[in-house]
């Protein structure tokens, strides 16, 4: 303890005599880095956030094109109809329904449904959510076999 008193005696003496040589940040300075890491923080954070989003919808996408795929073969070995599928289905991560037609794998937190007309089994519609998108428009992607395409609405 007689150690400690004494390195900071001989550090106050330092202070009042006006020397230059002590070695240390101000409080300024501290400050400014502080307040400097903190804009940086906001900045990246929302940019994190999306980027997060962005890599769910991307997921989504990659899930209905595989059960397209799926459908797609399926009417291949069916002669171009789908009449098995009329109705629809829906899959999740882990499923081994073996009741259901068609097998794909399905990205954990996302649902796929298949859902065939009735009216006309040459078409079919696959639509894909994510549990982390929540349920608001714009968070379902719905690829149209009539289209050809797939649109998020």
């Known amino acids: 303890m007689t150690r400690f008193n004494q ?10 005599k006006g020397e230059k040589n002590d070695v240390g940040f101000t409080l300024i300075e501290l400050l400014v ?7 940086l923080a906001a900045i990246a954070i929302p940019v994190f956030l999306n ?32 009449v098995g599928l009329v109705g ?4 999740t991560a882990g499923d081994d329904d ?3 037609k068609l097998t794909f794998t399905v990205t954990t937190g996302d649902t796929i449904t298949v859902a065939v007309a009735a009216a006309s089994p040459t078409k079919y519609t696959v639509t894909g959510t994510n549990a ?12 149209d076999s009539t289209k050809g395409t797939g649109s998020w609405g």
């Open 7 to 16: 390195i900071l005696a001989a550090r106050m003496d330092r202070i009042r």
């Open 33 to 39: 880095v502080i307040i400097i890491i903190g804009i």
């Open 51 to 82: 980027q997060r989003q962005s890599a769910w919808k991307t997921q989504v996408v990659s899930d209905v094109r595989q059960a397209t795929l799926a459908v797609e073969t399926y009417g291949t070995a069916n002669n171009g109809s789908f």
């Open 88 to 91: 629809s289905e829906a899959h």
């Open 98 to 100: 073996s009741t259901k």
């Open 132 to 143: 982390n998108l929540g349920t608001g428009a714009g968070n379902t992607y719905t690829y």
